[in-house]
């Protein structure tokens, strides 16, 4: 039989209290789960029939000194301040989420401790070890036993509501911190310095034992090891744990929508050289650094669809984007307040515009952004040139009659050297060709006094990934065929606009 | 180390670490002494291949979903391929391994192509209106002359006079330092309109340029160049040979194997196909190139082409 009599619980009890347990070690030990035994630990001694009055009254003092198992992470002495001090942090911090999850660091010695306790039990004590292993088995961790007793406080404290199962997007991080937590290792970390091979040797060398390494040795080593190496008197603490840190963060919120880019002079990420900003600007940061500072978000990262030489304009529809808004304070992100941005960034340059309504996504969302990156088709619009035509214009028709043709481009070039080198077959669906009129060329022909040079305006449908510049000029003959080689004259590119992506966005 | 986590290992890791455990408890003062090191050892190596099988599996199940998407031609014979890799992978062995992935990449490049094809929603996407473009022109450069494709990337260089007079030839260096050779104008062939015969990139008894292989961004494998390698060999109808050198430190990128089938293309200007072949120089010598005395930058060209013309009168 492996249920605990009440009179094993008593003995269980009191041996604990005498070795230095608090109260809520002691129900742990034992094994209670219900919370109002850990919510209201006095309440709950005075009920049970073997804690004696005489016990309850000592309890003030046992509260006093700190406790052996936990360090005082389950003391109420130790965690008065705790809650204040978190619930300052959160306020300082000024994240407005209304809900909150929290995670607790305790000292890394706490379950050592724990195993010890459980060694002595065994061995002290006359209460069969079926019984007792049970115990060990069902022990709660503690981390789970100080939450459901401050989280309620905390709730109160912040004005925040729990949600620990969703979980909720504003995480709080508790660091419990124990002054002399090493101390009762230094022995096991000298011990196994000396006896064990290269492999521990380069673990132990910082003199630091991590979470791992407990477990490796509880597994390793016999409860009668275990009391070998400590007593009872060597590892009873002397000061309560205290609070290191408290961390807030918030988790990513993404928002996405479209941009037309109006500028040939304008790159879409900032280009560094040598640490120094080399364009002013770029398409990056007009569209993210009004929306961090509005979010009040610590970083921001960019995300889009491709992307367009410095040269080339998107127009129409728009490219797009999507904006990851890392631990931003602000998380209450309105339809008025994404309207608000749009047309703050729109009237800030001439270089880009929105074009789409912002949106907030999800991060599924994403993956579609990538998707029009590298499956979906685009348009293209290109102001081509034909050098010398004074022998007779190429016939553009037949480019229009023409679809699905496959072309096969070697890595060009201009990105050969950051970029493999191997030949790629694409698709150019469709193309649509006319001849440049007279006015639309007004701002050329006013510097160009007389030219034998032809202008012809080409819109293209093709395939993702198409190197369009290449097709235009061949290449060096690197892109076969090249729209050369269908008009069977010298062609070259003037201008290249972005005017389609087909993705549905956002 | 950590073996504890077993949930990270596959069972036949997990076996040998449960026998790695029963020999440690069964002996624990001959465990001191390495009695059950050889099972730790086979723990050990176990634990190091995992990585190496699960590459292998999911390469695998990649290869499996590619199937699916490839027409029902070449399904059967897809199929056998996944046949023989999951045979691989219960042998294990180094050479079906190598096999297996150059199969696994051929289907990739295929499947780029195929499923690239198709656009779901394609139909519906069309021509954005054809309106006045006159906007496009705004911020465009244009001084009367629209320049090449050469000169708006490339910047030339000139080694004049290479074993023989007249072997002039030019290094045309891209803004991202990428290079190109091609025969300068001044070129005996280019000056003489000189019918070519054969260009031939077999450089030595072992060494053919134009079975140069490249592979990843940073161009492994390709074939090394010094300043005095030579690149190929042209050989004209009169009987001339003329031998051209790289002069760069770097890397062999490709050769223009155009010229293999039309030797006059070389004649052409570059952007219409009249080059040698592409090098990636190395970074820390194309400053000294640009600085050598014996290398001409485009204006020391023109100097040097008229001065030799004036000798000539």
Redesign the interface.
Known sequence: MNTVTTEEERKIFHFLKSQGCCLRCCFRFIGYRTSECYCKPYEFAAQLSYADIKDIKDDASVEETTCIACLGVLQDKAQKNVVTKIAEKVKEKDYDCMTFTCALTVPVSVKLREHILYAYMYQEMDIHKSILSTLKTKLQNVKDIWKSFIIPQLEQATGKRADLSTPSPFLIEVLLMYADDEMIFKELINEHKR?DNK?KKRKCNDNKFSR?DV??LL??MTDEQLIQHFTISQIIPKTFVHVNDVLCSHSSIFIGGRYNKL???LSQTPWFINGEKKVETSVQDLLCNPIAEMVKAESIKFLSSGREDV?V?N??GGRPFAIELLNPRMTNITKELLTCLTSSINQSTKQVQITSNLKVLSRFDLKKLKEGEN???K?Y?A?C?CRDVSSGLPQLGHLNELE?VKIIQ?TP?????????SP????I??M?A?W??P??????LS???E?T?AFF?L?V?T???TYVKEFV?????RTKPSLCDFLKT?V?I??L?V??I?L?WP | MNYKSLAAHNAACNEIFRQFQDCETEHPYRRLLGYCEHIQQAMIKCIKEQPKTKRLKSENDYGKKLCKEEDNMQENAVKDIADAKEISLQEQEEHAELVDNNEASAIVDSDKEASAIVDSDDESFTFPPDEDVSDMLDEVQYSGRFPTVTDRYFTPYYKMDVQSLGNDTCIWIHSNRICMLSLAPSHVILQDNKVIQKIDFKVSDKLDRSLNKVSGKSKHGAQPLQTNSNICTILCVDGQTYVIKCYIVGKLVEVNEALSENPQLLKELPHKGGYLAIILPNIKFLEDFKQSVSILTHDKYIEHIKEKERKQQ
């Open positions: 006896g492999r791992k477990d490796t597994i390793e500028s040939r002079k040269d304009r127009i129409y499956v979906k088709t348009f619009r102001l040139i699905n070697r070039l201009r990105v050969l050297h950051r970029r493999p080198l790629r077959t694409r698709i669906y469709k649509r006319r440049a009129k006015y639309e060329l007004k701002k050329l510097t160009a006094t030219s040079d305006v819109d449908k395939q993702a990934g000029h061949g290449d060096f003959g010298e070259d003037v201008a606009d005017t389609g087909n549905k």
